[in-house]
Every structure is written in C-alpha cells, then in structure tokens.
C-alpha cells in the first residue's frame, strides 16, 4: 500500500531575510531526506534562486505580498514550490542567458542554475496569481521513511 504524500507549507514575508530562511528550510529537509551533501547544495542554490526571484521580479520587494513555500514528498522525488503574488510569467518568454547578447547581463542566471540542477522544473500560475515554481529532485535510493511504496 502506497503511503500518502507529505507535505510542508511555509508562508514568507517579502524581504531578503526570507531567501536564507527557505534555503535553510529545504537544506534541512533534503539532509533528512537522505540526500548527499553535493544534492542538498544544489537544492539549496535552486530554492535560493526561486525566493530570490520570487521577492524581486514576483512580488516586486512589496511587503503586503507573501512568498509562499511548499515542501512535498511523493513516492520517488521531493518536490519544493515557491510561489508569489506577482503577475506571473511564461518560462519560455525568459531570455537564454548563454546567448551572446545576454553574456554580460548580471541578471537571468537563476533559471538556468534551477534547470541545471533540478531533474525537472516547470512555471505554473500560482494560486496566488503569480508565478509557482515546480522544482523537482528524485529521491535518492538510500532514502528511507519518505513514502515509498517498494521500502512498506
């Protein structure tokens, strides 16, 4: 018998304090999750990055507006949701920032670092209105307590 998916959710204030907040809170949540110390960096970066995006382009630094985290466990990955209260965007709308026109821009990293280190990522219109980042990571084989049907 498959056991249910767990889930946290962490509403957060629109401010930089809550970029290391959320970061903590998944770095935690992955290392018990049994992942390596090289995965729970990268989780780690790709959450950095989704807040960091979520505070400036979603909600626009506006402290009335609200970050909202989600941490999930289904059989096989761990699946981490930020969303804001911003107007949203289409993932395919974002410039690539390994064209050569988009070298020298300091900004426009943060997708692709997500992309390079998640197993999937998908934009969705968040409940909020805003933008809800779906980042994806398998569970690793040594994990254990997670719900995963073959360890019941």
């Known amino acids: 018998m498959a056991a249910a998916t767990q889930r946290m959710e962490v509403t957060l204030a629109t401010a930089l304090e809550s970029v290391d907040l959320a970061e903590s809170i998944v770095t935690r949540v992955a290392k018990t999750a049994g992942f390596d110390e090289e995965e729970v960096h990268k989780l780690g970066i790709a959450v950095r990055e989704g807040v960091v995006n979520a505070y400036n382009y979603g909600n626009q630094q506006d402290p009335r507006k609200k970050i909202h985290l989600e941490i999930e466990f289904e059989p096989e ?3 981490v949701h930020v969303a804001d209260e911003g107007t949203g965007f289409e993932l395919g709308e974002v ?6 026109e ?3 821009r300091t900004s426009g990293r943060g997708l692709f670092l ?4 998640l197993d999937e990522l998908t934009v969705r ?5 805003g933008a809800e980042l779906v980042m994806s990571k398998k569970l690793p084989r040594n994990a254990a307590g997670h719900g995963r049907a073959r360890d019941e």
């Open 102 to 104: 988009n070298l020298m």
């Open 114 to 117: 997500m992309r390079a280190f």
């Open 77 to 79: 990955r761990m699946i």
């Open 95 to 100: 410039p690539d920032p390994l064209a050569e």
């Open 125 to 129: 219109r968040g409940a909020a209105g």
